[in-house]
Nanobody, 125 residues
Framework: QVQLVESGGGLVQPGGSLRLSCAAS????????VGWFRQAPGKERERVSC????????YYADSVKGRFTISRDNAEKAVYLQMYSLKPEDTAVYYC??????????????????WGQGTRVTVSS
């Protein structure tokens, strides 16, 4: 397992942007598939986006397609979730998760063994 630290959450107005970061403590993420998930109050955790070398391209939930972009930094020390055109329904605690590429199968929470502590995103005027 790898220790993950998220950052970048906060309060933003509808239509605004935020960039979330997920960094591995004392390690790199080059050998890992990484996913972003979110959980709103009273709702189940849902997948947002995942990036894996096993896939032809990143996965995005329909609700965020065209607005969110997942990427790795060149040193493979962090994975980012760039969020544009934020909506009130994007309000949630966002978690990053990682799993070794060897064991990665799909962008679902149960496929990830390492989780960060979460960062809160609030979209409100």
């Amino acid at each position: 397992q790898v220790q993950l630290v998220e950052s970048g959450g906060g309060l933003v107005q509808p239509g605004g942007s935020l960039r979330l970061s997920c960094a591995a403590s004392g390690s790199t993420l080059g050998d890992y598939a990484v996913g972003w998930f979110r959980q709103a109050p009273g709702k189940e955790r849902e997948r947002v986006s995942c990036i894996s070398r096993r896939d032809d391209g990143p996965y995005y939930a329909d609700s965020v397609k065209g607005r969110f972009t997942i990427s790795r930094d060149n040193a493979e020390k962090a994975v980012y979730l760039q969020m544009y055109s934020l909506k009130p329904e994007d309000t949630a605690v966002y978690y990053c998760a990682a799993e070794l590429e060897t064991f990665y199968r799909a962008c679902v929470p149960e496929n990830f063994g390492s989780w960060g502590q979460g960062t809160r995103v609030t979209v409100s005027s």
